[in-house]
């Protein structure tokens, strides 16, 4: 039997936007199946892309791996600059997750929890969007209070808008382009600002294969699985090695990051 994981979360918005009158703490229900009968194991690839005014361009990469076995467990591994991988064990079977510290030999025990990848704001203040992925796989997520997801503005189109089909690294993936379009004089501007965002789900797998987004203020970011792999990952790979210390954390604590979007 598929089991179900609600989880509540709230927003902190960024203290700019705190700082304007009638900016809230926003929280939205969190809801995702646990997929079982899907396994896979992927390397997990995020770039964004800014060009700079004067011609010059910022550039940042990181990566990191994912694996998901037949009972929906999964373990995320990022790669970090002093070359000691930051690893996440999430276990839904067990409702526990771990997060290895490979140097001290520790394992942080935490109830399982869902995941944040990537949630932004408009300039209101109100929460425009949310990705989470909870046991590798892309929620769909509400507000509490009932009502979309999406707040725009009168001087701001949005358009979906379903694209056809396609196969990513061997797989079916079902896409979706968003379409934000800020009326020329909205916030200074000469002109109109359209911002872009494109998302290739794995309706099999459910998982997030391909995401695009564009903005000509901030650049572009991509997030890609690559190499992915639709076989049984070793099942050593969601064990506790034998020689680490399992430390107690309280609920809702901490745990390491795992790689996502920006």
Not at 50 to 78: A, H, P
Not at 100 to 107: F, H, P, V, Y
């Amino acid at each position: 039997m598929r089991q179900l994981i609600v989880a509540s979360i709230v927003i902190a918005m960024a203290p700019a936007l705190r700082a304007q009158r009638g900016a809230p703490f926003l929280a939205v229900n969190v809801q995702s199946e646990v997929v079982k009968a899907a396994p896979y194991s992927a390397e997990v690839v995020n770039e964004s892309s800014q060009t700079l005014s004067d011609g010059n361009r910022i550039f940042r990469k990181t990566t990191s791996r994912v694996y998901r076995d037949t009972e929906g467990r999964t373990r995320r591994e990022e790669d970090r600059p002093n070359g000691s991988p930051a690893i996440t064990i999430s276990d839904p079977v067990a409702g526990m997750s771990w997060t290895l510290d490979i140097d001290r030999r520790t394992a942080r025990q935490t109830p399982f929890n869902p995941r944040i990848f990537e949630g932004t704001v408009d300039r209101s203040a109100e929460l425009e969007r949310l990705n989470v992925l909870i046991n590798g796989q892309l929620a769909w997520f509400e507000r509490p209070r009932g009502g979309g997801l999406v707040a725009s503005r009168s001087n701001e189109q949005v358009a979906d808008e379903k694209l056809a089909p396609r196969t990513i690294e061997g797989v079916r993936v079902e896409g979706t382009r968003r379409t934000s379009t800020l009326a020329a004089g909205s916030i200074g501007n000469e002109r109109a600002i359209v911002v872009t965002n494109e998302e290739w789900t794995s309706p099999e797998l459910k998982v997030l294969v391909l995401s695009e987004h564009s903005d000509p203020r901030s650049g572009t970011t991509t997030y890609k699985l690559v190499n992915l792999k639709r076989v049984e990952p070793a099942a050593t790979l969601f064990q506790l090695p034998a020689d680490y210390t399992v430390v107690q954390a309280e609920a809702g604590g901490r745990g390491g990051r795992s790689g996502a979007p920006r």
